[in-house]
């Protein structure tokens, strides 16, 4: 087993270097921001220039970029995002209230992607060239292909305004998550769906299925464990970098439901040039989607035998 | 009770894909008795294959058997539900594939693919049934068996994989043991250890065995008797006495040139014959006698007419215009 | 002068297209995406009004004879702005790919056959871009730069490039290892040489299927963008930005929004069917082994 931890080593090193990446990549990023950071900040207010010259100096802006670099990584590591003008807010604490919810929307829009995308997918390639095959594998494609402000848009008409079920805007109760998740994840169903229909046809056509049904095992039994245990390897590595997608997706949802996640958060922020704000959004989002990766990477080398034997056996 | 475990007549499995029907097996006829080793000969895509996935109906995808019999413990095979189908498998006929490591499952330890087995058809709790493979395993040579159920079949040798397949073969006891090809995708050094454990077991257990080969060998050393196949016909069905040890005994063109191709050790220096030609692509079969284009003594009747199974002797069937 | 060693030779580009053509729907959507490009040039022509131009006493108004697909809340034709949005769609999945493309196949080519210390970190590089959610960072770029049309191919060919790099790295290293490579270098071309004419033909297939579907991706991130109001601004049109000013009164007007979610959606499944179509058509027969 010990290289397994190796293996998780060399992943979290990867990790302080993608962070530290990152954090290059937000500081750059800002620091291109066209225009003096201090006047857009004030606006138009007319404002004493040596008030102005001294929100520089704390801001750390007349000096050089290395060291503003290295101030802000500092501060950031320090839990320092700073501080959200419009607000007067720090921006971390506004980031962690909206974080938890736009990582629960994620999560309920891939358990929709995950629960649709494997059903449809695995009855399809079960049924393979079939009638429902074919539809459902287009309606997949149309699905994926479909952006999900616009499915959010078609789902709003259906349910909340032809049918009155379901709440359209806010948070709060079970209710209002619902035509999020759905508009989020059926996108990424339709990925899913294709995706585990190619993984099951390539796992039946393999040897090890003929001997199952060789044993004269029950149908039910070889699909579980031979078909599906098989298939699920490579369609879970796919899940996983889902997650990131869904992530960013929920930008556009949460400002169509008003939902109050990141997105909507750091939306507003754009429009407000509130760059703090964003900088922070980007930093975070980042982070937590090159976590999930390597919890993904891990998961992988646990599930699959082949790899996670064969990694003891090179240590 | 009938006196044979298996009876074949007439067995055609055809595929039908987008190229035209190619006629796997096309017309296939033996007999397998009671506690005997039977062989199954031929080059490789002469239809053997099919022929014993036909009898455990897992005909692969474009295929379907057409027409004929597969009589087993007196019962027709082709006629029985898929449900019946899947009680027999594994608990009264059991299947040895060629390639162990492409045929377990790569994700499951070596233990439960011989349990599940086991549980599916004996109705033990699953201890019991991992006990049971862990003597399985024991009997099958393979040292330190309890460590070894543990494994992944990717951390076991090409031989040990082998018998691993031969140890679920063995499992639930079935009458009739087919193994197809099961030293070809092993080394040379382990197909001997191989064949003496088929052997051994088979006698032991008193099933009956049918071997698929292409090797004269393997044959003559371990069935009682055997049929020869060439384009999904069978050719000729003798004991091994018939065939391997009576030189002047009447043979099939075809048997006698696979017996003269096989390269002596002890003969070096004689030259290799070779039978001309090759295997016909079974879309388009030759009319007539399928041999007729490779065959020496092949006359104008041979393209026309398919010949009859002659027998020559009491148990040897020769299908040719010319024995005798 | 050397003739390039191509995998494919002329006989095999018809058997693509043969295969190609038996996949409907791949050949229908090839045709739809023709009539958008001719949309697109054509618009001129095509569309009955000056999309710009505001008629604010007859706003709202569903599809009729005189405004065939209705107006939106400014009093708009709603179809010339479909027919202009055409061209800002196109145009935009274009360069960016384009740009992309050319990112992405030059560093994959540089990573995948000099490899070295420069295609180290050509590659770590391509992995810290490839570690942010790609929509994000575009976002990102977008909020940096500012609305616009040309801020917005900055944006997607700077966050488009690294999975072509990728992909174009793989199989550049496995064609290195081919014989036909050892052969030229023994001949004296030099790598350089080798690169552009051994390599780059090879490669253009998968690089194909890449833009196809890319153009897809492009077409979605641009309208995702412009609907959230980072990318294409007023007075052009985007069907993204028609979506994002039609929301308000959707509920009411349905028609401000149908018409431009339906055309944004037709031509993004147009190519991701005729991308998947080129994949399975290219793929069995160029498979680089």
Known sequence: MADIKGYILKRLLLLVVVFIGVTALTFTLMSLTPGDPVLIMTGTRPINPEHLQALREMLGLDQPVYVQYFKYLWRVLHGNLGMDFRTGRPVIDEIMEALPRTLLLALCGLSVAVGIGISVGTISALKQYSISDRISMFSSLALASIPNFVLALTLIYIFAYYFRLLPVAGSGSVKHIILPSLALGLGTSGLIARFTRTSILEVVRQDYVRTARSKGLSERVVLVRHILKNALISIITVIGLQFGYLMSGSFFIEIIFAYPGIGRLSVNAIMDKNFTVVQGVLLVVSSVYVLVNLVVDILYVYIDPRIRLAKAEEG | MSKELLKITNLKTYFFTREGVTKAVNDVSFKIGRNEAFGLVGESGCGKTVTALSIMRLVPYLGKTVSGQIFFEGEDLIKKSETDIRRIRGSRISMIFQDPLTSLNPTMKIGNQIAEKIEQHMHLSREEAWEESINLINLVGIPDSSEKALQYPFQLSGGMQQRIMIAIALSCSPHLIIADEPTTNVDVTIQAQIIRLIREKREESKSSLLLITHNLALVAWLCDRLAVMYAGKIMEIGNSEQIFDKPDEPKHPYTSGLLACIPSVHHRKRKLKMIKGSIPNLLEVPLGCPFHPRCEIAEEVCSRKVPEPIEVEPAHMIRCHFVR | ?289
């Open chain 3, 1 to 289: 002068m050397q003739r390039a060693f191509k995998l494919t030779s002329k006989s095999e580009l018809y058997a693509i297209f043969y295969a190609l053509k038996k996949n409907k729907p791949a050949i229908i959507s090839l045709g739809v995406i023709i009539i958008l490009c001719l949309t697109a040039v054509l618009a001129d022509f095509l569309a009955p009004r000056d999309p710009a131009e505001q008629n604010l006493d007859y706003r709202l108004k569903p599809p009729n004879t005189d405004y065939l697909l209705g107006t939106d809340e400014l009093g708009r034709c709603i179809l010339s702005r479909i027919i202009y949005g055409s061209r800002v769609s196109l145009i935009v999945g274009i360069i960016s790919v384009s740009v992309s493309l050319g990112i992405g196949i030059t560093v994959g080519c540089i990573a995948g056959y000099f490899g070295g210390k420069i295609g180290t970190i050509l590659m770590t590089l391509v992995d810290i871009t490839l570690s942010f959610p790609g929509l994000v960072l575009a976002i990102g770029f977008a909020a940096l730069l500012g609305p616009g049309i040309n801020n917005v191919m900055l944006a997607l060919s700077l966050v488009g490039w690294p999975p072509y790099a990728r992909v174009i790295r793989g199989e550049t290293l496995a064609l290195r290892e081919k014989q036909f490579i050892s052969a030229s270098k023994a001949i004296g071309e030099s790598g350089l040489y080798i690169v552009l004419h051994h390599i780059i033909p090879n490669i253009i297939s998968a690089a194909i299927v890449m833009a196809t579907l890319g153009m897809g991706w492009a077409i979605i991130s641009e309208a995702g963008l412009s609907f959230i109001g980072l990318g294409i601004a007023p007075p052009e049109s985007s069907w993204g930005l028609m979506i994002s000013t039609g929301r308000l009164y959707f509920l009411y007007s349905p028609h401000t929004i149908i018409f431009p979610c339906l055309f944004l959606s037709l031509t993004i499944l147009s190519f991701n069917i005729l991308g998947d179509g080129l994949r399975d058509a290219l793929d069995p027969r160029l498979r680089i082994r």
